[in-house]
């Protein structure tokens, strides 16, 4: 079996043996990528459809943690973390989430079997499998209806809004291996973590309330991948990532403000609906279409230490103390950790790659097609593939104008014709 593992808003550079003692040995004895990405912008809900489906967002559809839908709500966008939200934009969509075929999908159509569990929002769960191809369980809810029904039947029901990260993780942890995994016997399980993403947004990075919950998480996985191994002795392959990096917030900005400027700089009185903001994007209707081009917001960066010492600020609409989603490599370089009978034996990688790359990979391995992905199957982790420091890559850049003397440079990185975005930073002209 293969499982997956997605450890929420986990940096690399935070995997350390002081921390994370367990993974950092396994980390050591696989296959550890320093290279991996996210896709960008580097927000939850645009990574869980990546690595569902393997295709960065311009195929899947999903372009930010909230999406504009006019059809849904003329007047403003609608939050990818409410599972009724994302059934409503598929309901005006003829009943389609996503643009392209997910790893649920083509695994059922070869005959194989996935599970989807996840400790976050219900609309992240629900994005690693919206047809449903297979059970699918968040604390919140589960889908199909039968399979919300066994998991209510077993425990009593669904956990609510108090309940913490913890007993959440809990939650689906049980689901997956006293029911999903003896119902089902899956050839894949994925299993999304919002931690240690919740403590990182409210308390910051590396502070003490952070780092505990590092260690709580290496200590659950520790348990997880332990007791699966009972179950397939010698045949369980993981693939541990994250969905993106993190930054402390040095500079909290008001889209309020940003969009009351923008708006005194028009000649015309724009209606309601014709400016809308959604997660990192403007979206644009009516008057406005004649003033405006559509944009794509990302926070100004830095490499400089927060007060605990860890480098990456930013600045952010966001009101937490840390938060993600911006285009700085603090945000795009996520967490990519495999071992199993399937992979090398330790190698560590610096060959770009990304969450793109986990579908096809895991199609590879259970000898499945894979066309029409972005993504990649990542040979040099596996056993028996090349050696990663051979694989030949290509760096890159685009600069362009961004206005008042200043150039903004996009710097991608390039490997077997497929192309990771680095960095976006902005210079002088």
Same mark, same amino acid.
């Given at each position: 079996?293969?499982?997956?593992?997605?450890?929420?808003?986990?940096?690399?550079?935070?995997?350390?043996?002081?921390?994370?003692?367990?993974?950092?040995?396994?980390?050591?004895?696989?296959?550890?990528?320093?290279?991996?990405?996210?896709?960008?912008?580097?927000?939850?809900?645009?990574?869980?459809?990546?690595?569902?489906?393997?295709?960065?967002?311009?195929?899947?559809?999903?372009?930010?943690?909230?999406?504009?839908?006019?059809?849904?709500?003329?007047?403003?966008?609608?939050?990818?973390?409410?599972?009724?939200?994302?059934?409503?934009?598929?309901?005006?969509?003829?009943?389609?989430?996503?643009?392209?075929?997910?790893?649920?999908?083509?695994?059922?159509?070869?005959?194989?079997?996935?599970?989807?569990?996840?400790?976050?929002?219900?609309?992240?769960?629900?994005?690693?499998?919206?047809?449903?191809?297979?059970?699918?369980?968040?604390?919140?809810?589960?889908?199909?209806?039968?399979?919300?029904?066994?998991?209510?039947?077993?425990?009593?029901?669904?956990?609510?809004?108090?309940?913490?990260?913890?007993?959440?993780?809990?939650?689906?942890?049980?689901?997956?291996?006293?029911?999903?995994?003896?119902?089902?016997?899956?050839?894949?399980?994925?299993?999304?973590?919002?931690?240690?993403?919740?403590?990182?947004?409210?308390?910051?990075?590396? /502070?003490?309330? =952070?780092?505990?919950? +590092?260690?709580?998480?290496?200590?659950?996985? !520790? #348990? $997880?991948? &332990? %007791?699966?191994?009972?179950?397939?002795?010698?045949?369980?392959?993981?693939?541990?990532?994250?969905?993106?990096?993190?930054?402390?917030?040095?500079?909290?900005?008001?889209?309020?403000?940003?969009?009351?400027?923008?708006?005194?700089?028009?000649?015309?009185?724009?209606?309601?609906?014709?400016?809308?903001?959604?997660?990192?994007?403007?979206?644009?209707?009516?008057?406005?279409?004649?003033?405006?081009?559509?944009?794509?917001?990302?926070?100004?960066?830095?490499?400089?230490?927060?007060?605990?010492?860890?480098?990456?600020?930013?600045?952010?609409?966001?009101?937490?103390?840390?938060?993600?989603?911006?285009?700085?490599?603090?945000?795009?370089?996520?967490?990519?950790?495999?071992?199993?009978?399937?992979?090398?034996?330790?190698?560590?990688?610096?060959?770009?790659?990304?969450? /793109?790359?986990? =579908?096809?990979?895991? +199609?590879?391995?259970?000898?499945?097609?894979? !066309? #029409? $992905?972005? &993504? %990649?199957?990542?040979?040099?982790?596996?056993?028996?593939?090349?050696?990663?420091?051979?694989?030949?890559?290509?760096?890159?850049?685009?600069?362009?104008?961004?206005?008042?003397?200043?150039?903004?440079?996009?710097?991608?990185?390039?490997?077997?014709?497929?192309?990771?975005?680095?960095?976006?930073?902005?210079?002088?002209?």
């Amino acid at each position: 079996m293969i499982l997956i593992v997605v450890l929420d808003g986990l940096r690399p550079d935070l995997l350390t043996p002081r921390q994370m003692p367990w993974l950092s040995r396994m980390a050591a004895g696989g296959a550890f990528c320093t290279a991996s990405h996210a896709t960008f912008p580097t927000a939850t809900r645009i990574n869980s459809s990546s690595l569902t489906t393997g295709c960065q967002p311009g195929r899947h559809g999903i372009v930010g943690n909230e999406l504009y839908a006019r059809a849904v709500d003329p007047l403003k966008a609608v939050s990818c973390a409410d599972h009724r939200a994302l059934q409503a934009v598929a309901a005006s969509e003829g009943d389609r989430l996503l643009s392209v075929p997910t790893l649920g999908e083509r695994l059922r159509a070869a005959g194989k079997r996935m599970v989807a569990l996840g400790s976050g929002s219900p609309g992240t769960t629900f994005l690693l499998d919206p047809t449903q191809a297979g059970p699918v369980v968040n604390w919140a809810a589960a889908w199909p209806e039968a399979t919300q029904e066994e998991v209510v039947r077993r425990w009593g029901g669904m956990l609510d809004e108090s309940s913490s990260s913890a007993e959440r993780t809990e939650f689906v942890t049980r689901a997956l291996t006293e029911y999903l995994l003896p119902a089902e016997q899956p050839d894949v399980a994925v299993i999304w973590v919002t931690e240690p993403d919740h403590a990182q947004h409210h308390a910051g990075l590396g /502070v003490p309330e =952070a780092l505990e919950m +590092l260690g709580w998480v290496d200590r659950w996985l !520790e #348990g $997880l991948v &332990g %007791r699966l191994e009972v179950e397939y002795p010698g045949a369980l392959d993981c693939m541990i990532t994250s969905d993106h990096g993190f930054s402390t917030i040095s500079h909290h900005v008001s889209l309020r403000e940003e969009r009351e400027a923008l708006e005194a700089t028009l000649p015309v009185a724009l209606e309601p609906g014709d400016l809308v903001f959604a997660g990192n994007g403007l979206y644009l209707n009516g008057q406005a279409l004649e003033y405006l081009p559509e944009i794509r917001v990302s926070g100004a960066w830095s490499a400089e230490p927060n007060a605990a010492g860890v480098p990456g600020l930013t600045q952010s609409h966001s009101g937490n103390v840390a938060s993600h989603g911006m285009a700085s490599p603090f945000d795009v370089n996520n967490t990519l950790v495999a071992w199993g009978p399937s992979f090398q034996e330790g190698v560590t990688s610096g060959v770009p790659c990304g969450i /793109v790359d986990i =579908a096809p990979t895991v +199609l590879h391995l259970l000898g499945v097609p894979a !066309e #029409g $992905l972005d &993504g %990649r199957v990542l040979e040099e982790l596996l056993r028996n593939g090349p050696n990663p420091a051979d694989a030949p890559v290509v760096r890159t850049h685009r600069r362009g104008r961004l206005g008042a003397g200043r150039d903004q440079i996009a710097e991608y990185s390039e490997v077997s014709g497929h192309r990771y975005l680095d960095r976006v930073t902005v210079v002088e002209a």
